[in-house]
């Protein structure tokens, strides 16, 4: 990722890989054919792949409506053939920019159409899609490689997409032992990161997080937290971490760690392994998983990392979004502007966002039912009344 003042900035820090592992950052159907080679290449053994696109604009194929049809996958991907039933119609935006941090740690990837992008094919058109944010520390190492390996163990399943909650947390544990080997050849990768990700077949929404990043959805204007921050002071998170040895300290885990869950972190010791030694440490990087099925009330998901949710809550971030979409209907300018306000804000870190339209037309504005109101005299207003009436008959 780079810092994103300006377009053209140099990236923030340098990989010993001398480029690797890539951020890509920008997809497109002309480009398909290319992201799908890039992610194909192997990362072991190899010491250069594609550089990272040195932009921080991205806009995929915003203000283009998906066709709506029908995709043929399994369970409870599968669509039935009703012309009537809501499919989405996909747009996103991403913006990111470094805040009052020295440098960039954070990553992300919006990919509109996922299936084709990675050379895979439904037998039938349909909606699919891949969004992940990726908040790094201790250096951005992790979060490149989480970006670059999270989604390509997603392809590379067999079971994919017709187990896609298994799929997913394979990924997210399978990338995490992909990194410890990188780390064990190359010390100067040692770093952590928080990862989220989505991924959207025709109205089923999975979202796969490890960390404080969030996912939010706009029902009806409505925030649908689609994510929970895994923060070591959280009631189920302390108890998973005291069950396996390790315990929380002024809110960090083992005085260390302001998260629960993460990829990486192999060299802070005791985090992933047990005083013992053995494996099963405190800090764990399983996803948590939510799920749904999208409607024609929902209107579009906010992704972003914790430099977004310091400063936001989730309901006020989606009625920020919201206003900033029915003036525009752009969800590139509105992730910016979801940036900007943060670091208006005092955000005190990195901050990147994600907006994904599920809608081809802005939110529509909200009425709010006007209620009937009963009117009464009251006992004494009666009694006036009374009077007054009496009072004509002299």
């Not at 997809?27 to 290449?41: E, G, L, P, T």
């Not at 999975?206 to 070591?232: F, T, Y």
């Not at 998973?240 to 192999?266: H, K, T």
């Not at 906010?302 to 969800?331: K, T, Y």
Request: net charge negative; proline share 5%; charged share 25%.
């Amino acid at each position: 990722m780079e810092e994103t003042r300006g377009i053209s900035d140099p990236e923030n820090g340098s990989s010993s890989y001398g480029g690797l592992p890539p951020n890509p950052l920008s997809f497109s159907s002309s480009s398909s054919a290319a992201v799908a080679a890039v992610y194909r290449q192997s990362f072991d053994g190899e010491r250069s792949l594609a550089p990272c696109n040195k932009r921080s604009l991205v806009r995929h194929q915003s203000l283009v409506k998906t066709k709506v049809s029908d995709i043929s996958v399994e369970n409870e991907f599968t669509l039935e053939k009703n012309k009537s039933e809501f499919v989405p119609s996909m747009r996103s935006g991403a913006w990111s920019d470094i805040g009052s941090r020295s440098s960039m740690e954070d990553a992300f990837l919006c990919v509109d159409n996922f299936m084709d992008s990675f050379g895979l094919q439904n037998s039938e058109a349909g909606p699919s899609a891949f969004y992940g944010v990726f908040d790094g520390h201790g250096g951005k190492h992790a979060a490149d490689f989480a970006c670059h390996h999270i989604p390509r163990y997603i392809v590379g399943d067999q079971e994919f997409p017709s187990e896609i909650n298994k799929v997913m947390s394979s990924a997210f544990l399978q990338t995490d032992t992909a990194f410890l080997e990188a780390c064990s050849l190359d010390g100067s990768l040692a770093s952590g990161t928080t990862a989220l990700a989505a991924i959207l077949f025709g109205r089923s929404l999975v979202v796969a997080n490890a960390g404080d990043c969030r996912a939010v959805l706009s029902r009806q204007g409505k925030a649908i937290e689609m994510s929970r921050d895994h923060k070591p002071m959280s009631s189920k998170e302390r108890r998973r971490i005291e069950a396996s040895g390790g315990y929380v300290y002024d809110g960090y885990l083992n005085g260390q760690l302001n998260v629960a869950r993460a990829l990486g972190d192999f060299h802070m010791e005791g985090m992933k392994k047990k005083k013992d030694g053995s494996d099963g440490g405190p800090l764990i990087a399983e996803p948590e998983l939510m799920t749904t099925k999208l409607t024609e009330e929902d209107e579009f998901l906010i992704i972003g990392c914790d430099g977004v949710w310091d400063v936001f809550m989730s309901q006020n971030a989606i009625d920020f979004a919201r206003r900033r979409l029915q003036e525009h209907n752009d969800p590139l300018m509105c992730s910016k502007e979801l940036v900007e306000e943060a670091i208006k804000r005092k955000s005190g870190d990195n901050v990147t966002a994600v907006v994904v339209c599920l809608q081809p037309q802005p939110p529509p504005n909200l009425v709010a039912p006007r209620l009937r109101v009963q009117r009464s005299f009251s006992a004494e207003g009666l009694k006036d009344l009374q009077s007054f009436l009496d009072g004509l008959g002299d």
